[in-house]
């Protein structure tokens, strides 16, 4: 049976997504937002108009982070790339189901507190062996072109990411 969070708050701090380390006074919608602006670039800081973080329901366990763009080629290009940028929120500590992206209704206007905000310290990633390569060439192959570069990318990231977590396992567990 899954564990009940009887808010997001009570998920946020039982599951470590933020750690409770005494500097947690940001609000929780501040805490995202400068998790989102900290491990993207120029390109979705300049077109995300808004974030907001909706709680789990029935048996999930995380929540999903719903973020919203200012222009349809955004929303599009933004879906594409879901999986990077979950990858991305999850080595900096935020755990999530799921990101949709949802065309606004507003320009919006990054606040001044965002403005410089350097890039968070990402782990290198380990690089695949030739035969993870060809996996990923023979598993994209048919794939039209327009679309086999980004998946391709983003499955070399999770393959990567999930060497990255393995090793960190077995120093751990040593």
Same mark, same amino acid.
């Given at each position: 049976?899954?564990?009940?969070?009887?808010?997001?708050?009570?998920?946020?701090?039982?599951?470590?997504?933020?750690?409770?380390?005494?500097?947690?006074?940001?609000?929780?919608?501040?805490?995202?937002?400068?998790?989102?602006? /900290?491990?993207?670039?120029?390109?979705?800081?300049?077109?995300?108009?808004?974030?907001?973080?909706?709680?789990?329901?029935?048996?999930?366990?995380?929540?999903?982070?719903?973020?919203?763009?200012?222009?349809?080629?955004?929303?599009?290009?933004?879906?594409?790339?879901?999986?990077?940028?979950?990858?991305?929120?999850?080595?900096?500590?935020?755990? %999530? !189901?799921?990101?949709?992206?949802?065309?606004?209704?507003?320009?919006?206007?990054?606040?001044?507190?965002?403005?410089?905000?350097? !890039?968070?310290?990402?782990?290198?990633?380990?690089? %695949?062996? /030739?035969?993870?390569?060809? %996996?990923?060439?023979?598993?994209?192959?048919? #794939?039209?072109?327009?679309? !086999?570069?980004?998946? /391709?990318?983003? #499955?070399?990231?999770? #393959?990567?990411?999930?060497?990255?977590?393995?090793?960190?396992?077995?120093?751990?567990?040593?």
């Amino acid at each position: 049976m899954a564990p009940k969070f009887k808010s997001i708050d009570n998920l946020l701090h039982s599951e470590g997504i933020f750690s409770p380390d005494g500097k947690g006074k940001l609000s929780k919608t501040k805490k995202i937002y400068k998790q989102w602006y /900290s491990v993207n670039g120029d390109v979705e800081q300049k077109h995300t108009t808004g974030l907001y973080l909706a709680e789990p329901s029935g048996y999930d366990k995380y929540p999903t982070l719903i973020v919203y763009v200012d222009k349809p080629l955004f929303v599009q290009e933004f879906r594409t790339m879901k999986h990077i940028y979950l990858t991305r929120l999850e080595i900096d500590g935020l755990k %999530l !189901k799921d990101i949709q992206f949802t065309l606004s209704k507003d320009e919006y206007v990054k606040p001044k507190e965002y403005e410089g905000l350097k !890039k968070a310290e990402v782990p290198e990633l380990p690089e %695949l062996n /030739s035969e993870e390569i060809e %996996l990923i060439e023979w598993q994209t192959k048919d #794939m039209p072109e327009n679309l !086999k570069d980004t998946v /391709s990318k983003a #499955m070399s990231l999770s #393959m990567r990411k999930q060497k990255f977590l393995d090793t960190q396992k077995s120093q751990n567990s040593s």
